[in-house]
């Protein structure tokens, strides 16, 4: 069964910093872009960093210069390293994939979300 397993979620005080890591699991042929979301309380959910196949990052205004993405293709891993947090970051953190699985079928999988609360 294809899926994206979650981890490193947590509570941190500002300025600290947590690990995200988003593994894929099942018979994937190739890990396509991938990205971080993330849903704060009352808001709406936004993209936060995305990366290609080929190692190329954009992020969104709020978190750059904070936020690292990066991926582990032979791992079919993405991990999200946030630094200076912030409350705002406060968050439920998504992480998703565009791949092709072991049939050459191209999906978009989900994570199932990891709770990050930054108190200040």
């Known amino acids: 069964q294809l899926q994206l397993v979650e981890s490193g979620g947590g509570l941190v005080q500002a300025g600290g910093s947590l690990r995200l890591s988003c593994a894929a699991s099942?018979?994937?042929?190739?890990?396509?872009?991938m990205a971080w979301e993330r849903q704060g309380p009352g808001k709406q959910r936004e993209v936060v960093a995305t990366?290609?196949?080929?190692?190329?990052?954009s992020y969104a205004d709020s978190v750059k210069g904070r936020f690292t993405i990066s991926r582990d293709n032979a791992k079919n891993a993405v991990v999200l390293q946030m630094n200076s947090l912030k409350p705002e970051d406060t968050a439920v953190y998504y992480c998703?994939?565009?791949?092709?699985?072991?049939?050459?079928?191209?999906?978009?999988?989900w994570g199932q979300g990891t709770q990050v609360t930054v108190s200040s």
């Open positions: 998703n994939a565009d791949v092709f699985d072991y049939y050459y079928s191209r999906l978009r999988l």
């Open positions: 990366i290609t196949s080929g190692g190329s990052t």
């Open positions: 099942g018979g994937i042929r190739r890990m396509n872009a």
